[in-house]
């Protein structure tokens, strides 16, 4: 291994070694210590320090990373006091996630790491997002994202690496490619003979870097690190390298052949740069020893931390107050002023009007910038707020809620639209396991709203048509809106957009066109989980929301004899179980009208509230309205026949006979 110092001086060079020598000290400690079943699980790194410490070394501390599994050396890299990372993979409370994640599943802002996720790629789509607000701020920072070999074969991967190539963005796409994705080899993995290749295709500059010599990433880095300020562009990083221990311990590496891993063992990174420091007598045995000594010391004395450390006790309260970042709503009351406009307008008029309130808000989805969308909402939002602001993006849903959540890290509001509701399917990953379980797993916000024209009623057919608000009703984290009238969208999307946490806005497209009301001119909120009570009465509670409230209310005023309670949900998470009891109580009978089909439908989860809270005021059984349980189709009959308006009527006056 032949090692360039190029201008670096000695003390340069001792400081990287003692930043490789550091993280290898600790996985000495840590494999004995999992041995001795102190730690439940190890993720090594062994044989990778120099692209972890040569990337942290080239980075600013302000400048975020983002690494994974084997990236000990960001770590230490950032000085994070070692007593913490011991009670971090100890699942102690002085660690990052309150023992609610485990080793390197977690980030911190203090240090300007943001820590992956099991799915991996997700990972890369934040790190545009944090490189995007980055750019708009032009503060000329750069961010780094490690992956695997094994995730470049994910979808996120190759969307990530699209929407920054196209936007353009600064960011280091570091692949530490260790020759095994668990215990399947590279030549399973792809057929290309570099990854770097891959960057081509995306115009994008890349680079094939031996990532055992701690030199060559230092200085390679360090010119492009000058190059991306002065010429904001992504570049794609091959790195070199293997892996010297299992995929983790339990693991092992019998499916490794002796013969690579005698040849890689002779390119330690850690060992071959103590040679030639020694040989160029810039280290002497007397002074590595002495590095050697102060660093076990530092390892045992954060250990004696850690282990002191009580073990974390269950509390209730304690876990399910931090699902959610608390937000204190913050009521903004509107003039008498008001104008007669649709539902789609309302929208429209909050996007503008909350994008002028918050000047660090961005708008992205597919065709929104010149062309408007294909709903229209956002023309002319171009003209107002710049593309920088309001942004077309690739079809890449995933990449694009990721970003979303980079973005929100980097101090910006971000609101996705989801062409169709349909769509967000190939973002899923991201909404569920990102959004909805960063503030509960490291107290970190996801400020991102993402809108969701849902619904059938238009012909549209099974992909164009879905109201598929109980995939999010039933994650953790996510809160979920679907108004069904032009007054409460405005006030409701714009107290979603206000809102820290991740936001689900669902907007029926056939209520866009066909519902108008009186709409205050000026800017306004209402407070989620507050359903609006539209109609009274004491016969029954029915309970809906979105565009079924609107065949409820038909349905009551053909039959003018029945007294109702009509239960305008608004916010599906969290629900205002409150409002529902009270009426249930009152009228003894209820009924629940989705448009969703009915098996595990929201009405399901309501039914089973009221039959556990309010059974003893009930005179009849709860009954659920709700479509077929089978695809919405397109042909008019067949969609009819699949949507519940035609059953509603007949079953509401069943159960008043009951």
Known sequence: MTFDRKNLTDNQLLDLYKKLLKPRLIEEKML?????????????????EAISVGVTAVLE??????????????????????????SQWQGKANGFTKG?????????QQYKIIGMISHLGPQLGVADGIALANKLKKNGKITAVFTGEGATSEGDFHEALNIASVWELPVMFIIENNGYGLSTPTNEQYRCENLADKGVGYGMESHIVDGNNILEVFNLLSELKASMIERPRPVLLEFKTFRMRGHEEASGTKYVPQELMDI???????????????????????????????????????????NAEPKIEANYSGELDDVYKPYQHEEFKHSEKKENIRFIDAISNSLRESMERHP????????????????????????????ERVRNTPICES???SAGMGLSINGYKAIVEMQFADFVSSGFNPIVNLLAKSHYRWLEKADVVVRMPCGGGTQAGPFHSQTNEAWFTKTPGLKVVYPAFPYDAK??????????????FFEHKQLYRSVQQEVPTDYYTIPLGKAALLKEGNQVTIISFGAAVHWALDTLSKNPGISADLLDLRTLQPLDTEAIFASVKKTARVIIYQEDSMFGGLASDISAMIMENCFQYLDAPVKRVASLDS????????????????????????????
Do not use: C
């Not at 006030?491 to 689900?504: C, E, R």
């Open 32 to 48: 004995i210590l999992i041995r001795q079943g102190k730690v439940s699980k190890w993720f090594s790194g062994i044989g990778q």
């Open 61 to 86: 501390a302000d400048e975020y990373i983002l690494p994974m599994h084997r990236n000990l050396g960001v770590f230490t890299g950032r000085n994070i006091p070692l007593y913490r990372l011991f």
């Open 100 to 108: 609610r994640d485990r080793s390197f599943h977690f980030g911190t």
């Open 264 to 306: 890689w063992a002779i390119k330690d990174p850690v060992d071959n740069f103590r040679k030639f420091l020694m040989e160029s007598g810039i280290l002497s045995e007397a002074f590595d020893l002495d590095l050697k000594t102060e660093i076990k010391k530092e390892i045992d004395e954060g250990l004696a931390i850690a």
């Open 360 to 387: 660090e808000s961005v708008i992205m989805g597919q065709d929104i910038a010149d062309y408007g969308g294909a709903f229209k909402i956002t023309e002319g939002f171009v003209e107002k707020f710049g593309k």
């Open 399 to 401: 990449a694009v809620v």
């Open 491 to 504: 006030g409701l999307l714009n107290t979603s957009i206000n809102d820290p946490n991740p936001v689900l």
């Open 631 to 658: 695809p919405i189709p397109f042909t008019k009959a067949l969609e009819d026949q699949y949507l519940p308006k035609g059953r509603f009527e007949n079953d509401l006056k069943e159960l008043l006979k009951y």
